[in-house]
């Protein structure tokens, strides 16, 4: 797969540019010209500065997608060379946009060509003649970006016969404010990596924060966290061979859209960082190792999964007696859950359909079953190792893992050998309805990564 974190605005998908945060002070400055332009008519010109990375490029180009009454367009180099050839596009714009203020730019021209200390008189010129002639009627705004403090002044400067058409001789492009990059940047990896997050290569939001106090503008720290994000690529590839499932009864759709928050469904419910992070009180943001747990997450493939406790009620009766009995055709039912197509390693070869809790008398016997049996989690969990063996599986229960770290105990563990995760370490989170709440499964899901970040030698036993 590759990986794309794109920090210029020539680099973006298409669809995600009109996404772009607008910067207020440059509309609130188009929309005064605009209102200037359709009283005294003539055009305007901005000279914009800011450093490379600031954002220049992405606040100009995006005017029309936030004022739709403007027409953004990009001039090339003969356009700005050559008067005819500019009043030709300006022509050309004005016919295939009617009615709309026509914002014309220039991206960093001069950083491209030979005596650029020519260049702002001779635009200017060019310009201050269109203004009192053939364009005198057209509402146009010239932008010409740069990252020059002094190719600003020379621009500015160069409007020293005609002041009316500058807008503003010191208008400078910062960028967003520092507290907002950590989830724009993700935001951008996001979309242009098919909705993967940066968590997912073990760049959280501290490791963005960090890298962001040295930079000045967003695109320079996009392009560290692009830096790091190469040496996190090949390093994630080192994995454990244990897998890692927490499996939660539901008993109603209220349930399992709770438990689905913390999950990526389609994904086969890979742990969603993002959802559970969001969950987190400020204190908990400040103390808990995020980092550690956030590489243990990618290390044992952490997957949360609801399982309808319909799909275990007709398996689970007499959960007291080690061998109670139970149909085939439950079985089979039981194989043809999600939650079964992951841990049997099958979920790609599924068609996935959402998971949904439908309204029966079957799901209301299983109801009342699960109200008596969440205070039987040891014997739940032999049970369901014991139908893994009827499926087919390599299963047992009460497992106890040791690595050169610590331990940890599986209330279920499944080997299936020619796999990428051949261990399976699966966690029975056997709660009651009234206690399936987002707080209780995010403190479920702190609890299992913190134990098993300890079991990896990402955390020091306390």
């Known amino acids: ?69 403007a027409h953004t367009f990009l001039l090339v180099r003969d356009e700005i060379e050559e008067r005819e050839t500019l ?71 160069a409007t020293s016969r005609n002041r009316r058409i500058l807008l503003h001789q010191n208008f400078t492009i910062t960028g967003p404010n520092k507290q907002e990059w950590p989830k724009i940047i993700d935001e951008t990896f996001s979309f242009h990596n098919s909705d993967n997050s940066l968590a997912d290569y073990e760049i959280i939001e501290e490791d963005i924060r960090k890298i962001s106090l040295d930079y000045h503008t967003i695109g320079s ?78 290390y044992f493939d952490v997957r949360i999964i609801p399982i309808r406790v319909a799909d275990l009620h007709r398996l689970c009766g007499d959960l007291d007696n080690p061998d109670g009995t139970y149909g085939d055709s439950y079985v089979g039912r039981f194989m043809r859950t999600h939650f079964y197509q992951v841990v049997a390693d099958k979920w790609d070869e599924y068609e996935y359909t959402p998971l949904k809790e439908r309204e029966s008398k079957r799901a209301e016997e299983a109801r009342v079953w699960y109200e008596g049996v969440t205070t039987k989690p040891t014997q739940l969990g032999r049970r369901i190792a014991r139908v893994f063996r009827s499926s087919g599986l390599d299963a047992t229960h009460e497992e106890t893992l040791t690595s050169g770290y610590s331990s940890v105990r599986a209330d279920v563990f499944i080997n299936r050998p020619g796999t990428s995760k051949p261990k399976v370490i699966i966690e029975l989170k056997v709660y009651s309805a009234e206690a399936t709440m987002p707080s209780s499964i995010k403190d479920a899901i702190k609890v299992t990564l913190r134990r098993h970040a300890q079991f990896a030698g990402f955390l020091q036993r306390q």
């Open 1 to 69: 797969m590759k990986i794309s974190l794109p920090s210029r605005y020539e680099s973006l998908d298409e669809a995600y540019r009109g996404r772009l945060i607008p910067n207020k002070d440059l509309l609130d400055l188009i929309n005064k010209a605009t209102k200037s332009m359709m009283i005294s008519g003539g055009i305007r010109f901005l000279p914009l500065y800011g450093e490379s990375g600031a954002g220049k490029t992405s606040a100009a180009r995006e005017i029309s997608t936030h004022l739709p009454s």
């Open 87 to 157: 009043l030709s596009r300006i022509t050309r714009e004005n016919a295939h946009n009617p009615g709309k203020i026509l914002i014309a730019i220039i991206d960093q021209y001069e950083e491209n060509v030979v005596g650029k200390e020519r260049i702002p008189t001779q635009f200017v010129e060019y310009i201050s003649l269109l203004d009192r002639g053939e364009l005198a009627g057209t509402p146009i705004i010239f932008v010409w970006l740069t990252t020059s403090r002094e190719f600003q002044r020379m621009l500015v400067d």
């Open 221 to 298: 720290a996009m392009e560290e966290v692009g830096v790091l994000l190469g040496e996190r690529v090949s390093d994630i590839q080192n994995l454990s061979e244990y897998q890692v499932i927490l499996m939660w009864p539901v008993s109603d759709a209220l349930r399992t859209q709770r438990v689905l928050q913390f999950s990526k469904p389609r994904e086969g419910y890979k742990l969603n960082w993002e959802a559970w992070f969001r969950e987190l009180n400020a204190e908990d943001r400040v103390q808990l190792p995020l980092k550690e747990l956030n590489r243990t997450r990618l």
